[in-house]
């Protein structure tokens, strides 16, 4: 059974910086992508970025380029999204997910098999 564990969100102020990571577990993941995506009150889920298991191809929502930035531990099966300059309007519960095989084309949240159960990331003026 897939199980995928974030963790590291927190309050910061807006310019600071957060790590999450997401662990997963429960089966080989060589052929399988990983995502981020976030969820704000209101707000429909949205894709924020994705990375082979391998790390050899990542991308991202043009709302976080430049700002935040996926790698991934093969040893310790995690994935780390790095956020740096948040904005308030990063403010939002964070969201793993995995699907077999990356896809640049899979950013919507029915592309994706697994989900973690979120952690919040809040960011002040």
């Known amino acids: 059974q897939v199980q995928l564990v974030e963790s590291g969100g927190g309050l910061v102020q807006a310019g600071g910086s957060l790590r999450l990571?997401?662990?997963?577990?429960?089966?080989?993941?060589?052929?399988?992508?990983?995502a981020w995506f976030r969820q704000a009150p209101g707000?429909?889920?949205e894709f924020v970025a994705?990375?082979?298991w391998s790390g050899t191809i990542r991308y991202y929502a043009d709302s976080v380029k430049g700002r935040f930035t996926l790698s991934s531990d093969n040893a310790k099966n995690t994935v780390y999204?790095?956020?740096?300059?948040?904005k308030p309007e990063d403010t939002a519960v964070y969201y793993c997910a995995a699907r077999l095989y990356v896809a640049s084309g899979a950013?919507?949240?029915?592309?994706y098999e697994y989900w973690g159960q979120g952690t919040q990331v809040t960011v002040s003026s």
């Open 21 to 34: 990571s997401c662990a997963a577990s429960g089966r080989t993941f060589s052929n399988y992508a990983m």
């Open 43 to 45: 707000n429909e889920r």
């Open 50 to 52: 994705a990375i082979s």
């Open 81 to 86: 999204l790095e956020m740096n300059n948040l």
């Open 107 to 111: 950013v919507a949240s029915t592309d």
